[in-house]
């Protein structure tokens, strides 16, 4: 464990320690997983306002991706050039290159204090007994790469290998969820143009492609999971969740902020064109009659 998290992660073993104890009268063997559920989304909650900070310059970077991909082409052989008309770029937009990166660095030590007191077997030189509780009779500090083998038959038929292997597919949908989720909110931010259907706004299809790398990294998660306590894994999936509910609670307010910022007929526009356009077909109906008397 880092030296200078010591101290940090000490203080939240107590706190869930503390909080496993007043749940356990109520849930029994699952007070452990409700606390170690019910601390992160509190820690969560505090880190709201950086997330929310990361998603606005996320989105700016993805917007103006267009006009900085522009700017390479045209100063390619020019660096100096091309740095200061980036740096006016951002200037304009109010923002910068640190926009979405730097809110997400601020909450590293955060999160790094929930996934070590969750992995780690001993606290302040002491065992943790969080890890010693279960999930169906299965362990939190348990792995899945222990016992058998995680693929032998008798595993998979286990409840140990059961349990893991919800986890992980639960894992997997969410990380699927959060990179199509992404891919809506990139395209929703580089497209100027919003066209409205009966269903909401349709988007335009991002650019393909990307490497299978590329696509294989947002399931980066599930790997971790795959070596790490049950515990760890229930962490990442609260964690998993809650950011990609930020996410889509996000999209929402950036396509309703797009649809309401729309151009608009003025008060009154739409009726004059009505009644200018009724008042041409009497006057065209009169003049049909006047050509035939």
């Not at 998290?5 to 909080?19: E, I, K, N, R, T």
């Not at 290159?97 to 997400?104: I, V």
Request: glycine share 10%; net charge positive; with cysteine.
């Amino acid at each position: 464990m880092f030296s200078f998290l010591g101290v940090p992660v000490d203080a939240a073993y107590h706190l869930v320690s503390g909080l496993t104890g007043i749940l356990t009268p109520v849930l029994g063997g699952l007070a452990a997983v409700a606390a170690i559920v019910a601390f992160t989304m509190a820690v969560r909650v505090l880190l709201l306002p950086l997330s929310l900070r990361a998603l606005r310059g996320q989105a700016v970077q993805a917007r103006l991706a267009p006009q900085l991909q522009a700017l390479r082409r045209r100063f390619a052989r020019q660096p100096e050039r091309l740095q200061r008309e980036m740096a006016a770029l951002y200037r304009r937009e109010g923002t910068s290159l640190f926009a979405g990166f730097t809110p997400l660095l601020l909450q590293w030590p955060f999160l790094s204090v929930m996934y070590l007191l969750f992995r780690s077997p001993q606290v302040g030189g002491r065992a943790n007994t969080l890890l010693s509780r279960d999930l169906f009779g299965v362990p939190l500090g348990s792995h899945w790469l222990s016992g058998a083998g995680p693929l032998a038959p008798a595993s998979l038929a286990s409840v140990h290998g059961a349990v893991f292997l919800g986890l992980f597919a639960l894992l997997a949908v969410l990380c699927w969820a959060t990179a199509r989720l992404g891919r809506q909110l990139a395209a929703h931010a580089a497209s100027p143009v919003q066209v409205t259907t009966g269903a909401g706004v349709a988007q335009a299809a991002p650019a393909g492609g990307g490497g299978l790398l590329l696509k294989a990294l947002p399931y980066l998660t599930v790997v971790v999971a795959a070596f790490a306590p049950l515990a760890a894994g229930i962490y990442l999936v609260t964690s998993l969740a809650w950011s990609l509910a930020e996410r889509k609670l996000f999209w929402r307010s950036a396509v309703a902020a797009t649809v309401s910022d729309s151009p608009k007929a003025p008060p009154g526009q739409e009726a004059h064109h009505s009644q200018k356009g009724r008042q041409d077909q009497r006057g065209a109906r009169n003049g049909r009659r006047v050509q035939k008397a």
